[in-house]
Every structure is written in C-alpha cells, then in structure tokens.
C-alpha cells in the first residue's frame, strides 16, 4: 500500500458553507490557502511607540524607583511592548567600582521587564540637564571611569540580552546624548568643537559597549558622524553598510543611530552634520536599512514636524522604534490616523499571502509561504522562522528556505518561505509559522514571538501564526498520495465573515493503491 495522505484548509464563510471541491488533477497534488489582511496595532516585540522612564542612584544611594510590573502589563494593553530605560549613575561620576546594589537593581529591573512581557532599550548616563543655559562643569565622568564602569555592567547586559533589543549610546554629557560634556571635547564651553583625541575617547565608548554586548546585539549613536569618524567612512550612501555587510556581527554593522531631535530643525539640532546636508541624510536611508534606529521628537516645526513630512521621514529613515510621551504637540499635530498608522508601521508588520502545499509520488510533500514586510524597517535582531507541524503525538519544527532570517524580509519587499517534508509519521498535522524570539529565556513565551497581520491566524497560547493547512498521513508507506481542496477565490472573498459564523474544514480525499 502506498501511503494515504488528506490535505485541509481552513476556510471560512459568512451564511454560506462552502463545499468541498475534490482535486481531479494528476500528481502533484495541491491546497492553497489565501489569508485576510488586518489593520490592528499588533503588539509586536521591539517595535513600535515606547515609554520613557528613568531612574537615579545618588550620592547617598537614594533616587532608585524600581520598574513596576502592573504599570508595564498596562503598556502592554496599549500595544506597546518596550519601554527606553535611562539608569542615571550620579554618584559614581566620580568612583571607580559602581554598588553591587545598584548592579542588583538594574537586574532586577530586566527581570521585572521580562515577567511583564515588556523590552528594555537601555541607556546609561550620570547627569540630565536642568535649565537652559547649560553651563560647565556639567557632571559627566571621564573616560577612564567609563570604560570601567561599561566592564563592571556587562555580565548585567549579557545575562539579560533577551529583553534588551539595543543599548544606546549613552554615558557622555548631559542625558548622555554626547554634546554638553566636561570631559569629551577640548573645551567643556565650547562644546561643538571635537578633536581627534575626543573622536577617540568616544569610539572607545561605543567600542567597550559592543565588547561587552552578545554579537548579536546593536550600539546606537547619537550622530552619524560618531559611526562615520569610529569606523573611518565617509557619509553619503558609499559610507554606509550594504547586503553584504549587514548582520555579519561586525562592529560597523552592530552600530546603529537614535535621533532624540527627530523634525526639530533643519539638522535637526546637530544631529546631521555633513556639508551639505542631504549627505548624511543619503547615509542615514542607506544605512538604516541594516541596522536599528529609533529616537524621539523634539519640538514643533512646521510643516517639517507635520504628519505627512514625519511619516516620509520615518519611511525614509526605517524606523524601528518612537518615544509616545515626547514631544506631545508634535504626536499630537499628526492626529488620530497618523498615530494609529505610525504605531502600525514603525519597524516591521508581516502579512500572510498565502500559503500551498504540494505532494508528490516520490513520498514528499513542499510547503511554500508567501509573507509581505508592511512595516519601515525590518527586525533588526536575529529571529528564526520556522514550519511548525502540529500533532497529537507532539510538535516538530521544519527548517524554512528563502528567509529562515526574519531581518532579510526587508520593508516594501515580499519574501517566498519552502520546506520539505519527508519520512513523516502517521498522524494529522497542523501547520504553523513559528517566528518565536531566539533568546532561551523568552524563546517559549508568545508575548515575544511574532504575529503577522491576519485574520484569525494568531494563537496566543502557542506564539504561532496558523495556517489552516492540515496534513494527514495515514499509513506508514515510502511514497505519499494526495488530494487537496483549493480555497477559491470566493472562499477568499468570504473569508471576513470567520469571525461570526466559525471555521468550516475543507477537506478531500483519494485513496490509491499499489
């Protein structure tokens, strides 16, 4: 006996019930599922609008508010799922050794992140700002204490990689964004002007931090002319990295930006700096397609600032991740529509096309998946997709081709997924696409995988994204045999009514015999 295989798809109906319709064709065999494109705010894993919030360690050791978990199960329910986290350290601006307390306190913040689903953008810094004029001395720390203290945080960092997406910067001048310093440029008064030596100072920053981060994780830096002065390129497009360079774990393509003056002014306050300006900005669209960017506005700039400038910046630039509390005259200028787009579109949104399955007389059977990047950027970690196949007996994973890496499905670009099945047991299997995180701590929880932007696709308890493809082998032969139900265009059509009259298996079966 040759094996007896039936191949289903979930389809979907308003008052009608649709028919099976047998396949007549010779081998192979095939059942398409086309799936529904939704519109929701999917609370995706690093991505989309963030939530500030900060913390102090002073020099008598008080300052400390602890994250609460209830407030960011809170975030979550509005859809955001990663907070920025500014760990000012005042007291050790001038101390070698930082507290093991206060160590014990920024891992106990990862942990409370973790339990509540939520990620961590992290940013270290000892000084914010008080009132304009910003005068010196400004309280920052030179670059020998920086250095150790980076060393003294990286065992924190490493431990906890899994809910920090990117660290920024940080550590330099006031809020650690790199400009009002006492010890980074020549003259504390004057703080434009860098030289050489400061160049240097602040690549050995950036560089301690990529030291001390997994190689799969990113820096970003304030300016573009950081990276480009770090790593000896020119801006404009030649200067940044390319497909061949990207996600290779080389520093250069572990160094990404934040704009914490997004729309503000022309150079957006020192954060474009090349002569002429369009430069940078050809390096930053260029770049920014491989590595992560993010950042917050700044102040209102008509029309600059307004909805249609922002959302073609925010496109342009691919950006991942926005501040939702700053600035607010400006998220508030782009009107209801312009947030629920932004918070739909920053960083990636996949949607399901479709998805077949062939079988064939040789014992196999082919799954491919058609998947469409709705989003500005791409993820900018590494994730794994893959086929998962659901069954009674337990669950197998199917390695995907085409794509297996979640941050080559580019913006604007749609991306073909295959796999092979062979030597499968008896059994029914579901199918699934699995785009879980890659980090053992959050591997297993679905608050962290992906879900693409479908109808009745997502299971929240398993983190997968099902396809309404059922695989069922039912005796245990070398060579498989097939029918399958093609969902037709007005199963497709009617697929928006899932959610009021239910789920309806198609199904169709043949038997053949040696």
Known sequence: MKAH????????????????????????????V???????VIPNPQRGFYHHTETHYREDGTGYTPLD??????????????????FYLEKFADQAQLDQEFLDLVAADYATARAAGVSVITRFAYVQGGAWPYLPPYGDAPVDIVLGHIDQLGPVLRANADVIPVVQNGFIGLWGEG??????????????????????????????????????????VRTMLSKQRMFDVPTGAEGAIDASEAWSGSDISRVGHHNDCLLAAPDDWGTF???????????????????PIGGETCNVNPPRSEWPSASAEMERYHYSYLNRDYQPLVL?????????????????????ESSTVTTAED????????????????????????????SAAGDRVVALDGGADVRTWLPGTTTTLTATLADLPVGSYELALALPAPDEATSGDPRFAIQTANEGTWNAETGRNELGQTLTVTADAPELAATGTELTPLAGMLALGAALTGIVLLSARRRTQA
């Open 179 to 220: 400009y009002y310093t006492d010890y980074f440029v020549a003259d504390p008064a004057n703080p434009g002007v860098v030289t050489d030596a400061d160049w240097a100072n602040r690549s050995a920053v950036t560089q301690a931090i990529l030291d001390e981060l997994p190689v799969d994780r990113s820096v970003q």
């Open 69 to 86: 978990g209830a407030t960011l199960e809170s975030f979550r329910e509005e859809g955001i799922t990663q907070i920025l986290r500014v």
């Open 34 to 40: 086309t799936y529904v494109e939704n519109d929701t």
């Open 332 to 352: 508030e200028s782009w009107g209801e529509e312009g947030l629920t787009i932004t918070a739909q579109r920053l960083g990636y949104r996949f949607v399901l």
């Open 273 to 291: 700096l090349s002569d002429p300006i369009e430069l940078d900005q050809q390096y930053l669209e260029a770049d920014s397609l491989y590595v």
């Open 5 to 32: 295989i039936s191949l289903g798809a979930l389809g979907v109906a308003g008052a009608l019930l649709l028919a099976p319709v047998p396949a007549v064709a010779a081998e192979p065999e095939t059942t398409t």
């Open 363 to 390: 014992g196999t059977a082919t799954v491919q998946l058609t998947v469409r990047n709705e989003g500005w950027a791409s993820p900018y970690n590494p994730r794994p997709a893959t086929l998962v196949l659901e």
